[in-house]
């Protein structure tokens, strides 16, 4: 996205090449950027803020809720109107965190009841600049906010009750755009303005490993004794290794290996080795840094040594599926033992490995399918999930991947 608001080409290595990421593509050519790929390596002519072209289609964003909510950003602030649509899961996720603040701005919508997609966007090129504070901590909301501010004449800011991933702050300054980022006093979030009608100028990109997808390796190894997994060039700032520091904190052998700097993020290889885990206490405030690692880290809890609680997870409700209520039938259905709270849950690990056995339904979302494939690993009876396509969404080649470490994952 940054790449197609630049001026001259983007050049992008390690993108992962998963349906969210081609489905942003597509969405951008067209809005008229010229995007290519050549195996590993992606070249993006941007058309600049503010000028994108009326879609001739409707624009199909797959499974991609973060590509759905900063793509509104940029629509949103174009003088046409345009028509946004997704899967069954993304159909289902609510979208009015976005349309509040953008009609706001100027912007106009319609959606279906709920608020959610399909939607079409009437946008302008007058938006308003604002000041909004978040009601919930939310990146996305807070990254499409800024794209649209970008096309807005004077500062838009945005408040963030507690601090989330802060990779777009960090790409608009890489890109050149003049953002200033301030704490908030008397709490943990920040005050992020951004300064519109910047003139955006193409970088060059070295995207690091993505620390929610090496989460699942890396978990696999913890519950499997014996394990010693590196997981090399995992993208480490410190918004999104909330897990990393709780699987420590569980008593996990983890160490952090050749940290280095890449694209202006820390980034280090990841050594695990199996070992007991134990149950922790998981505050509420560590919750926007590993909001998406929660499914995987029931699974380590349900192989820990003791009690687990987990705290602040309201926010798993609005995901691909209710996530909260999705990890829990899938704990039941395995012979986990578990209480689960309008925003908790807490399991009681046993020290040794679950019964297994159960048939897991994804609901069509990819972090639940992988995660309970993994906790399968080691249950007394093989974890089953009733699909398997989603992981495509966020993770091709999972399997394969998972199976050269030493696991059994095949389709029925």
């Given at each position: 996205m940054f790449g197609a608001l630049a001026?001259?080409?983007?050049?992008?290595?390690?993108?992962?090449?998963?349906?969210?990421?081609?489905?942003?593509a597509a969405a951008l050519r067209a809005l008229g950027a010229q995007i290519s790929r050549e195996q590993d390596v992606w070249r993006v002519r941007g058309f600049g803020?503010?000028?994108?072209r009326e879609p001739q289609d409707v624009l199909d964003l797959g499974n991609s809720g973060t590509s759905a909510r900063l793509l509104s950003g940029i629509l949103a602030s174009h003088p046409f109107t345009s028509f946004m649509t997704g899967d069954g899961s993304l159909r289902r996720r609510p979208m009015q965190r976005?349309?509040?603040?953008?009609?706001?701005?100027?912007?106009r919508f319609q959606a279906r009841q709920g608020e959610r997609m399909p939607l079409a966007i009437v946008g302008t090129d007058e938006m308003v600049p604002i000041e909004y504070e978040l009601p919930v901590a939310s990146a996305q909301v807070k990254s499409c906010i800024l794209l649209a501010g970008l096309n807005t004449a004077g500062e838009t800011t945005v408040i963030e009750p507690l601090a989330t991933r802060d990779h777009t702050e960090r790409m608009l300054r890489h890109f050149g755009a003049e953002i200033r980022v301030a704490p908030v006093e008397g709490a943990t979030g920040k005050r992020i303005t951004v300064v519109g009608w910047p003139e955006l100028k193409a970088r060059d990109i070295a995207v690091?490993?993505?620390?929610?997808?090496?989460?699942?390796?890396?978990?696999?190894?913890c519950i499997r004794p014996g394990s010693d997994v590196v997981v090399e060039n995992v993208g480490l700032n410190p918004l999104r290794a909330g897990l990393y520091t709780t699987l420590k904190e569980m008593g996990a052998n983890l160490t952090f290996q050749n940290e280095r700097e890449v694209g202006g993020e820390p980034v280090?290889?990841?050594?695990?080795?199996?070992?007991?885990?134990k149950g922790v206490e998981v505050p509420a405030k560590r919750a926007p840094s590993m909001i998406d690692e929660y499914p995987i880290l029931a699974v380590a809890a349900s192989y820990a040594e003791g009690t687990t609680h987990m705290q602040g997870l309201a926010e798993l409700r609005a995901k691909e599926s209710d996530r909260l209520a999705s990890v829990a039938a899938g704990l039941d259905a395995n012979g986990v033992k578990y209480e689960m709270g309008p925003e908790s849950l807490t399991i009681h690990g046993t020290g040794g490995?679950?019964?297994?056995?159960?048939?897991?339904?994804?609901?069509?979302?990819?972090?639940?399918?992988?995660?309970?494939?993994?906790?399968?690993?080691?249950t007394g009876?093989?974890?089953?999930?009733?699909?398997?396509?989603?992981?495509?969404?966020?993770?091709?080649?999972?399997?394969?991947?998972?199976n050269g470490l030493g696991a059994k994952i095949e389709a029925a």
């Open positions: 001026l001259g080409e983007t050049v992008i290595t390690g993108l992962l090449q998963g349906e969210d990421v081609l489905c942003t803020v503010g000028g994108g976005v349309i509040e603040p953008l009609s706001r701005m100027g912007a690091p490993g993505d620390p929610s997808s090496a989460a699942f390796a890396v978990v696999a190894a280090a290889d990841l050594r695990v080795r199996g070992g007991g885990l490995a679950p019964a297994g056995g159960g048939v897991v339904k994804t609901h069509l979302d990819h972090r639940i399918a992988m995660s309970f494939l993994v906790m399968g690993l080691g009876a093989p974890v089953a999930i009733d699909d398997g396509a989603p992981i495509e969404t966020s993770f091709p080649g999972f399997a394969a991947l998972m």
